[in-house]
């Protein structure tokens, strides 16, 4: 490297921030994972405790010392600069140019659009800013808001990964989709 630390970049739109996240999101980010009408579709565990947010943020804001990247962002509402959700590449590959996203919202702000609007901002930092040809959302299947908003972001359904994963003790099915570039950039050119 160049000898400066990589930086996770900060992602705009009209209502959001999407920034790094800060040891003082605590207690925005406890108040979204405490909820478990937030996590109980998603592969993170309910917190228990404060500690379980500050732990992991501690874990968030250390992995962004990796000198390679780590993309999870903080959504933060413009006006009141309140932490509301996170934005994330779940895994990703430079070599083949794509990424899975992921992401979460508080419940307070469900059916207002932040999680498209959000994720817009992500996809056209993979296409536009990073090269990729593709993005990946994966959701279980019984997440109706998610399969939802993957749909809105103009992603194909490409398939279920059956039982693919556990969630509190229950296999669940995945919904897989994807959207590629060269549909992207035509969605785009017919804006």
């Given at each position: ?27 925005d ?10 996590t ?5 565990d ?8 500050g732990?992991f ?14 993309y999870?962002w ?44 959000a994720?817009?901002s ?20 019984r ?17 279920i ?10 296999f ?20």
């Amino acid at each position: 490297m160049s000898g400066k630390a990589w930086e996770l970049p900060v992602l705009g739109t009209q209502r959001l921030v999407l920034r790094a996240f800060r040891p003082d999101d605590v207690l925005d980010f406890y108040e979204i994972g405490c909820d478990t009408h937030v996590t109980r579709h998603i592969t993170l565990d309910t917190f228990k405790s404060l500690e379980d947010a500050g732990d992991f943020v501690t874990k968030v804001t250390t992995n962004y010392q990796d000198e390679k990247g780590y993309y999870f962002w903080a959504i933060e509402e413009r006006s009141s600069n309140k932490l509301i959700g996170t934005a994330s590449f779940v895994q990703w590959s430079f070599r083949h140019r794509w990424a899975e996203l992921g992401f979460m919202v508080n419940k307070n702000y469900w059916n207002r659009g932040i999680t498209t609007e959000a994720m817009n901002s992500v996809i056209r930092y993979c296409f536009d800013d990073l090269g990729f040809n593709k993005v990946i959302g994966r959701a279980f299947q019984r997440n109706e808001a998610s399969n939802h908003v993957l749909q809105k972001l103009g992603m194909t359904f490409e398939g279920i990964q059956r039982q693919h994963m556990i969630k509190d003790g229950e296999f669940v099915d995945l919904n897989c989709y994807s959207l590629l570039y060269e549909t992207y950039q035509k969605e785009q050119s017919e804006k």
